[in-house]
């Protein structure tokens, strides 16, 4: 008899403890992101495809086209082309195409590159309905243009 | 002011009509906003200023789906289920009184006519289930019937005790006997049972079993039973399925703000009004709502135990403990 009374007003001590901790959530603010309104901002370690970084002083790739990449890469999705132009002492990148439907984002690329050309974006939403849209991303076009590829919108 | 017969009738019916509409609109918005306040989500936000058209969005989606009834099913008992369901609900308003002089009906057998059309709720939704010739349904129909048979028990308990203590089944005079003052609301009559709030707890304990709400919606449990016996429904069935569960909270939280929280009294016993029942009316259904996103829904068996071995006792208990103490005193 004194067990059961204790079953039941225990229990109802319980339930009262629930209402009160969820009382407490209900005025605390809201921890979702809004998406399609807001997005969060990525790490600094997050990984999206590779992009081509151009020197901010001339504007012009840090690529020198040694295509250390390119060998470097155990996909085999990187093609560089480039070509040594009259009075320049280094080679420039005309070419730089990624194959994202092929790479793992393992950096391979990113750490071999002699001249901190390479790094990982920050897109993420790279959605889209045909799969020829990441076959052949040009890096360069995409360096100089300053934007985001074709595809995905919301770089944060 | 007293209207002419003819017109007050008519007034009284729309009037009760665009309640009931209005608030089982409204209290599915304040359902999800109140969802997702306490799991700190924003809710609906899209459709109108802070999702306030949602309801208007929900009904036009519902009205335009194709009406189905499942080719093995009983016709007639199919679609008559959802108005069985609703009609009761705008029945036991009729004699619920909003203030002073604002009711639609004040009967001498309010209470008594409140709780005969409430159990109606229950036999719809059964017939509803049955008529659907589906096995989730027809399980859910008999889930429904034992666990109301089970709550209507400790509920008429209560209401019997209340009964002796206020002497009257009007409803109208039920509130004017608590007037001046939150110490006179008859859940904190002491004098007549120590044990009032308890009564009250009870009350609302099977308040939310006999609307099938969390944790007692044993007739939906969408984890096991699909959607029990709303399964089959589709469209506008549906909605009015879903309409009437608020409807029937509504009817269940008016009933218990007149019963235990004074209706329409104030609680300085001053500046009385329907105000006050509104706000009582809503604090009660929001703790509904509180309820529903606390707990998870329980185990057929301890639903059952809960009734039978806790609520039925202690209820008997209180009858008798309020006879002795009536006499006594």
């Not at chain 2, 008594?112 to 027809?138: D, E």
């Not at chain 2, 609301?185 to 079993?209: E, G, K, R, S």
């Amino acid at each position: 008899m004194k067990r059961v009374f204790q079953d039941v007003v225990g229990g109802f001590k319980s339930l009262l403890t629930g209402m009160r901790i969820t009382l407490q959530q209900f005025f605390k603010k809201d921890v979702t992101v809004r998406y399609p309104h807001e997005s969060l901002k990525m790490a600094k370690r997050y990984r999206g495809h590779v992009v081509l970084v151009n020197d901010p002083e001339t504007g012009k790739s840090l690529c020198v086209a040694c295509k250390s990449c390119e060998k470097a890469c155990p996909s085999d999705c990187i093609v560089v082309e480039g070509l040594k132009r009259e009075g320049e002492k280094k080679k420039s990148v005309t070419d730089f195409q990624l194959d994202f439907t092929r790479c793992s984002l393992c950096g391979s690329c990113v750490e071999v590159c002699p001249s901190d050309a390479l790094e990982f974006s920050k897109d993420y939403n790279l959605a889209s309905t045909s799969k020829e849209q990441f076959v052949r991303i040009d890096l360069v076009r995409r360096a100089d243009e300053g934007k985001k590829p074709e595809t995905g919108e919301g770089q944060a | 002011m007293t209207l002419p017969e003819p017109f007050r009738l008519l007034a009284y019916l729309a009037g009760v009509m665009a309640f009931v509409g209005l608030n089982a609109a409204y209290l599915v918005w304040v359902e999800r906003k109140g969802a997702a306040r306490f799991q700190r989500r924003p809710g609906p936000t899209e459709v109108g200023p802070a999702g306030l058209l949602q309801p208007l969005a929900d009904a036009a989606k519902l009205l335009s789906k194709q009406l189905l009834v499942p080719p093995d099913a009983d016709r007639t008992l199919f679609r008559l289920a959802p108005v069985m369901v609703m009609a009761p609900a705008l029945m036991c308003l009729a004699t619920i009184p909003f203030g002073q002089a604002l009711g639609a009906r004040s009967l001498d057998l309010g209470l008594v006519m409140v709780f005969a059309f409430g159990s109606i709720n229950v036999m719809a939704i059964m017939l509803g289930g049955w008529a659907s010739r589906n096995k989730y349904a027809i399980i859910s129909a008999a889930r429904i019937v034992s666990q109301n048979v089970a709550y209507e028990i400790p509920m008429m308990l209560v209401v019997i005790t209340l009964l002796m203590v206020t002497g009257t089944t009007n409803l109208q005079e039920i509130v004017e006997g608590q007037a001046g003052g939150f110490w006179r609301w008859n859940v904190f009559d002491l004098v007549a049972n120590p044990l009032m709030p308890v009564t009250f707890v009870i009350y609302f304990i099977c308040m939310l079993a006999e609307t099938n709400r969390a944790p007692f919606d044993m007739a939906e449990a969408e984890s096991e039973l699909v959607a029990g016996a709303f399964t089959e429904y589709a469209g506008m069935g549906f909605g009015v399925f879903f309409m009437a569960e608020y409807a029937n909270i509504l009817v269940g939280c008016s009933l218990g703000a007149i019963l235990f929280l004074g209706g329409w009294q104030s609680p300085f016993g001053v500046f009385s009004g329907v105000g006050w029942f509104l706000l009582k009316l809503y604090a009660l259904v929001f703790t509904v709502v509180w309820v529903r996103w606390t707990f998870p829904r329980t185990q057929f068996y301890g639903l059952l135990n809960l009734s039978w071995k806790i609520l039925i006792p202690v209820s008997l208990g209180i009858l008798v403990l309020t006879s002795v103490m009536l006499k006594l005193f």
